[in-house]
């Protein structure tokens, strides 16, 4: 029996959980939030990886490694980190267990209590500006472009796989510069750099934007921020990038001596995504069958399934399966050749469309005689009978065409989502009737934007980077705007 | 001023300090036994890692990712790993932090207390096991070969760079089976595969063999070991393979049913490399000049250094190196060009000697008149001035002669240290006059093994895979004996 999902329609949120599970990307682990990664979810996240680092790399970044734990008096050197970060986290008291003495088990050795707790990383901001304050002492030794992949954790309280984990996987990068133009610059090269991502990689078209005062990083002047929109009209922040300004340095006491013998405190950024990444992708663009995904991060591109039912059948379809997989393969195009004898055709069909396969191939005896194989594609669901000669052609085109046709489709689900409204009335009917990006005017004020939150569950997700001027007055307040920002309630 | 290291004749010990601080490998963080990984050293553990993910690949694994933390009950649950494991760790105990109420930074919240505490995972089968549990039901769903890169801790009390710190990254596998002899030959296909990454890659030639019972992974019935020699003739244990029985799928109640419909236990195995293996490649190959670097395992190939006066001469020495660059790039070299202007040319080529690059070129005026190079080799110190016409044909071979030029020296400089004794006087001279390896004969008990290592520091690295069996007597007891083991002072 093939394992089916709750359709979108019917609930969206129980779709979605379904579909981790059932596709054998993630599940609940038995710590409280934290999740395991299976391994068909990580060959995804490794596709992502991958491609995010070559990305990094050749924007001159370079990896490293920082401690895991974070002594608990960092926290209190940046005023607005501390409020941010220094909350919800885990922290390690002590550092030994002993046999219980009633013969239990094992109990916490009392004796073995630390000086200083240590705080496992939420984010690593401290702990870097602390190691970077040794490394820096003139003009000379900078920049110093880092990236680290880690993990990190976050106590959350009400968690979701992939969407919010206490403890999940990501990159961070944290630059140091001397002049404070070069950091903007770096933050904002490291948007567009997730943006390219997510739209040439991910398939998903983003907006761009700065994030409002109230919903920038804990110690950050500014928060870049890519948003993209789900299927259910809810938007997810998708990667971030702050301007720390010189925040973390005059909190670590990081200086310089610049060209004049002038000393300064340092100019930083820090941008990071994380595994929340595969709820965007999972959530984009996969449908009541399950996952689709886009050719470019697919773990394989092609799965072959071959149809027969005598064994010297099989064994002539095996020749063209694996003639057709060894010429993919030249080409880049990882292909799996599924010829397990312990399940029919019909319910391997079921599980590679589950599982967001973006071409099959089903060859069976008439296919042997007319020199066919049937093509079927994940995305638009549709099959076609094409000619064995040149099949590396035809599906390397298509997987091309498949990666376009995935951001297309998202792209017109975007704007068919989006619209602009100008009264508050306006703006509380587009929410309920249909859900997805409200650009409207805003009077800047943290007031207002709270009383929109309250009242509606929207936020304003960003004040978007090509949104032109425009003169116009707050929906809320009436108030003078310059400008368009962008609600919608989110993950 | 170059930087200068301590001679390893003075302080083998202080070498290996200064050689990690000055080359940029790594450093001690601000939290006790914790190191930061810099970027030159992260950079040869990421090509490590590059070879290391493809070979498990190739032996059919794949990557997956398990939680951070580990309930305390969990431990107690294998009667010996709880001895082996559940020691000397971090324990998380509590969730949150709140404002200090007098004013002074941030405390712990005395209310966010776990009620079980949550152990900083040292090594993952326990929380993997309970995870396979809801995985395996039938043979149909063994083996299941899953790999995980990850950060453990272990509360080391001395600690040293890459050697034994508390925090290090590590590869952990993690294999079930629906045989014991299936799983026996998984154990054994991973230590091959880790002697070959060490030989082939890093230059080291390794012994393989079984630890002797009282060395073995808590929990294990059989540990494999691969055993590298450094300079100073210490053995350093460089990766390990546990055949581990049943005992965690007894421990954890992970039951399948076999082709028969019968019930039975799952059998495991688990192995490990770690950020150690850095370690093992400094010590093995570097000299008082600095590192040695395989070019297999080099975060780039070559480095070209130009020589000049004039600016004009700087620009025509570009043309030509950018040339070269090109030319080695197409083959997979990957060169780095400095042609950075606030350092001499002699700093430079000190520098590079540190960070042990295989091949330097340095062009100069002479060289544009003549068409040449000057070719300088790390592994020997060798230099000499070569065509530039079919430069990268010459480099290519280079490269792959001082590849096999590290590891033959590694291999002499072994069997120069390494002998058989016979009685235990000559054992005790051995390791103070040649200290090395040491086959010898042993009668196979604890005691007598702990007598040895109580009065020698000297344990038994292994018992050879590779060592033929010979009768003989126990140096030390004279009883009989079968085989020769093999002794060494060890890291």
Chains 1, 2 share one sequence.
């Not at 404070?180 to 998903?204: L, P, R, S």
């Not at 930083?268 to 990444?277: C, I, N």
């Not at 009737?433 to 936020?459: L, M």
Request: negative net charge; proline residues 4%; aromatic residues 10%.
């Amino acid at each position: 029996m093939a394992k089916v999902l709750t359709p979108r329609s019917e609930s969206y949120s129980q779709w979605y959980n379904d579909l981790v599970i059932k596709a054998d990307l993630a599940e609940n682990s038995a710590v409280r939030g934290c999740m395991v990664i299976k391994p068909y979810g990580y060959a995804i996240w490794e596709k992502m990886q991958a491609e995010l680092d070559r990305m990094f790399k050749d924007t001159g970044h370079e990896n490293a490694y920082f401690p895991l734990f974070i002594p608990k008096s960092f926290f209190s050197k940046e005023a607005a980190h501390v409020e941010g970060f220094a909350k919800e986290c885990a922290v390690v008291t002590h550092y030994r267990l002993m046999n219980d003495p009633n013969g239990d088990g094992v109990v916490v050795d009392p004796e073995a209590k630390l000086e200083e707790e240590l705080i496992v990383r939420p984010t690593s901001e401290t702990i870097i500006w602390n190691t970077y304050k040794n490394w820096i002492q003139s003009y000379r030794d900078l920049p110093i472009k880092c990236n680290q992949w880690a993990n990190v954790v976050r106590w959350e309280m009400r968690t979701r796989l992939f969407l919010r984990t206490a403890e999940f996987l990501w990159q961070e990068g944290h630059t140091a510069h001397s002049t404070k133009q070069e950091a903007i610059e770096e933050t904002e090269t490291m948007i567009n750099v997730y943006a390219d991502f997510a739209e040439k990689f991910m398939g998903v078209p983003v907006i761009k934007g700065l994030k409002t005062a109230s919903e920038r990083f804990a110690g950050a002047l500014e928060t870049y921020t890519i948003e993209a929109l789900m299927q259910d009209g809810k938007a997810l922040q998708s990667g971030t990038s702050h301007f720390l300004g010189q925040n973390f340095a005059k909190a670590f006491d990081v200086k310089f001596a610049n060209k004049e013998g002038k000393e300064d405190y340092v100019w930083a950024t820090s941008w990071g995504v994380s595994t929340r990444l595969m709820g965007a992708l999972i959530m984009a663009h996969s449908d009541d069958k399950g996952l689709v995904l886009p050719p470019k991060l697919a773990p394989y591109q092609v799965v072959i399934v071959p149809i027969y039912r005598k064994d010297e059948e099989l064994e002539k379809i095996k020749v063209v399966a694996e003639d057709i997989k060894a010429k993919l393969r030249l080409r880049g195009i990882d292909v799996k050749f599924d010829f397990s004898d312990n399940r029919k055709p019909g319910w391997k069909f079921a599980e590679y469309e589950l599982k967001g396969v973006p071409v099959r191939l089903g060859i069976g005896p008439r296919d042997l005689e007319n020199g066919t194989v049937e093509v079927a594609r994940r995305d638009n669901l549709t099959k076609e009978v094409v000619a064995l000669d040149g099949i590396d052609n035809h599906i390397a085109d298509l997987l091309e065409q498949i990666q376009a046709n995935i951001y297309q489709k998202a792209l017109g689900f975007r704007a068919e989502s989006t619209c602009s409204v100008d009264s508050y009335d306006e703006f509380k009917k587009a929410l309920d009737d249909k859900p997805g990006f409200i650009f409207a005017h805003w009077d800047g004020t943290e007031e207002t934007e709270k009383r929109i939150k309250d009242e509606t569950k929207a936020t304003i997700r960003c004040i978007p980077l090509d949104q032109p001027d425009e003169e116009g007055v707050c929906m809320v307040t009436g108030k003078p705007s310059k400008k368009r920002v962008m609600f919608a309630r989110s993950y």
